[in-house]
Nanobody, 126 residues
Framework: QVQLVESGGGLVQAGGSLRLSCAAS????????LAWFRQAPGKEREFVAT????????YYADSMKGRSTISRDNAKNTVYLQMNSLRPEDTAVYYC???????????????????WGQGTQVTVSS
């Protein structure tokens, strides 16, 4: 059974930082793009960041550029999202996702990803 398990969410003050982790089990994703999405209450799920299987290509949502860094450790089958200078509008449930297709370029659409975690809540207070 394939599982993606996020951790690292929580409550933080505006301007603070959080590091999210997502550990995969049940299969390896070392040859697959990994991504983070988020969904705020009453809003659709939106793209945050993605990283290619090799780690050499990364894309970020405009709202997160300069404030976040996505990285991966293929030996640990884990993807990370470091978020800095957090704002109240960053409050959302953050989901990690894995593309089941090996060596595909990292996409920014939720439809590109066939595996999803359960999400971790990030709340930024003003």
């Amino acid at each position: 059974q394939v599982q993606l398990v996020e951790s690292g969410g929580g409550l933080v003050q505006a301007g603070g930082s959080l590091r999210l982790s997502c550990a995969a089990s049940g299969r390896t994703f070392r040859s697959n793009a990994l991504a983070w999405f988020r969904q705020a209450p009453g809003k659709e799920r939106e793209f945050v960041a993605t990283i290619s299987w090799s780690g050499t290509t990364k894309y970020y949502a405009d709202s997160m550029k300069g404030r976040s860094t996505i990285s991966r450790d293929n030996a640990k089958n884990t993807v990370y999202l470091q978020m800095n200078s957090l704002r109240p509008e960053d409050t959302a449930v953050y989901y990690c996702a894995a593309d089941g297709r090996p060596y595909y370029s990292p996409g920014q659409s939720a439809q590109d990803y066939g595996y999803w975690g359960q999400g971790t809540q990030v709340t930024v207070s003003s």
